[in-house]
């Protein structure tokens, strides 16, 4: 079992920055395959980032919609994966989730992935 917890989610102005982060345990960090997913109200809870590396190499995968805007990235001493989110705007307002999965390869569906955080709230004020 791989137990996420999020953390860093609150309220900011569009145009704002927040850095959210999800500290894993129960697993071995040094290769992973984790990811960023949200959901506002009403909605699907859609991909936002995912990150899939070794100690040697990593490579992402971003959705269109938060393409230069957002940065996902990780400290292994910390066991912590990242979401750096800049030029925030009220269309990010949702709740956001880390998410892993046991498979090693990036994924965008919310079914590859197998542990799952409780969320943070983001909300972006206008």
């Known amino acids: 079992q791989v137990q996420l917890v999020e953390s860093g989610g609150g309220l900011v102005q569009a145009g704002g920055s927040l850095r959210l982060s999800c500290a894993a345990s129960?697993?071995?960090?040094?290769?992973?395959?984790m990811g960023w997913f949200r959901q506002a109200p009403e909605k699907e809870r859609d991909f936002v980032a995912a990150?899939?590396?070794?100690?040697?190499?990593?490579?992402?995968n971003y959705a269109d919609s938060v393409k230069g805007r957002f940065t996902i990235s990780r400290d292994n001493a910390k066991n912590t994966v990242y979401l750096q989110m800049n030029s925030l705007e009220p269309e990010d307002t949702a709740v956001y989730y880390c998410?892993?999965?046991?498979?090693?390869?990036?994924?965008?569906?919310?079914?590859?992935?197998?542990?799952w955080g409780q969320g943070t709230q983001v909300t972006v004020s206008s």
């Open positions: 129960g697993r071995a960090f040094s290769r992973s395959t």
């Open positions: 990150m899939t590396w070794t100690w040697a190499e990593s490579s992402t």
């Open positions: 998410a892993a999965r046991e498979r090693y390869g990036s994924s965008r569906s919310v079914s590859a992935y197998d542990y």
